[in-house]
Structures are given as structure tokens and as C-alpha cells.
């Protein structure tokens, strides 16, 4: 069974009730602050990851220098991965 992915909780809580009291309220749809921090990552952001994630095909070097193949990340997923980046580093 896979690790539950940590996404930060909702990026924007409703932190009062009725009375005024704060409360903090999850497990209810929407926005997560995961998907938050992936929709303000901008090109850059995108291509550096992107870049830092690229993972070679083994055996796909076909001795012209340039190095074996790469399996890229999508930007999509790079946007997740830069997001991921951003949680561990708002943890520390």
C-alpha cells in the first residue's frame, strides 16, 4: 500500500465558526494547498524541475556523446513536483 500523499491541507480553511470560536476543519473537498502551490509554479519553476526529475533509460546510449535517453516528467507532473518541493521546504 502506497504512503497517503501529504497535501498540506486546504489552502483556504475556514478557521472560525458560527460563534467566532477558530476551528480547523478537514476532510472536506477542494483546493489543496498541494494543488495551490502547483498552479503558482510558473515556467521556470517547471523547467527546473523538469530537468532535475529527467531519469535515464538504461541501455539507450548510443555513443554519440549526447548520453543515453530520458524519461521526462510531464509538466503536469513537474507542477506536483515543484508543489511537493514547496511543502517539504514550508515543513522545515
Not at 35 to 43: S, Y
Not at 44 to 57: G, S, V, W
Amino acid at each position: 500500500m502506497s504512503t497517503p500523499i501529504d497535501d498540506g491541507g486546504p489552502a483556504y480553511p475556514q478557521t472560525t465558526d458560527s460563534m467566532g470560536h477558530l476551528v480547523w476543519h478537514t476532510g472536506f473537498g477542494g483546493l489543496s494547498l498541494r494543488d495551490h502551490f502547483a498552479g503558482q509554479a510558473n515556467e521556470d519553476d517547471i523547467r527546473h524541475m523538469i530537468n532535475l526529475y529527467a531519469t535515464p533509460i538504461e541501455g539507450t546510449d548510443a555513443g554519440d556523446g549526447l548520453g543515453p535517453d530520458k524519461n521526462w516528467p510531464t509538466r503536469e507532473h513537474a507542477r506536483y513536483l515543484f508543489a511537493d518541493a514547496m511543502l517539504t521546504a514550508r515543513s522545515q
